[in-house]
Nanobody, 127 residues
Framework: QVQLVESGGGLVQAGESMRLSCAAS????????MAWFRQAPGKGRELVAA????????YYIDSVEGRFTISRDNAKNTVSLQLSSLKPEDTAVYYC????????????????????WGKGTLVTVSS
């Protein structure tokens, strides 16, 4: 049984930092591209950042480029998202997701492409 379990969300003030982690089990982790999506209240789920099976390539949406960093540790089956210089518009539920793919065009990843999802962790940024 595949499980993705996020941790690290909470309430922070604008300008502060936070680290989200996702622990994966029940899958061959390094067969999967990993991504973080987010869903703000009243909005659809959007891709935030992604990286390939070996971490060799990464992708960020424009609004988080330079502020967020995605990384993975294939020895520990974890993927992380470091969030810095947080803004109120970053407030959302953040989801970890996995797609079984070695070759993938990260910028084209869609929620419907992903094979597995975590339950999400809420990040709230106050102004």
């Amino acid at each position: 049984q595949v499980q993705l379990v996020e941790s690290g969300g909470g309430l922070v003030q604008a300008g502060e930092s936070m680290r989200l982690s996702c622990a994966a089990s029940g899958l061959t982790f390094d067969d999967y591209a990993m991504a973080w999506f987010r869903q703000a209240p009243g909005k659809g789920r959007e891709l935030v950042a992604a990286l390939t099976f070996n971490g060799g390539s990464t992708y960020y949406i424009d609004s988080v480029e330079g502020r967020f960093t995605i990384s993975r540790d294939n020895a520990k089956n974890t993927v992380s998202l470091q969030l810095s210089s947080l803004k109120p518009e970053d407030t959302a539920v953040y989801y970890c997701a996995a797609e079984r793919a070695i070759l993938v065009e990260l910028r084209k990843l869609r929620a419907s492409d992903m094979d597995y999802w975590g339950k999400g962790t809420l990040v709230t940024v106050s102004s």
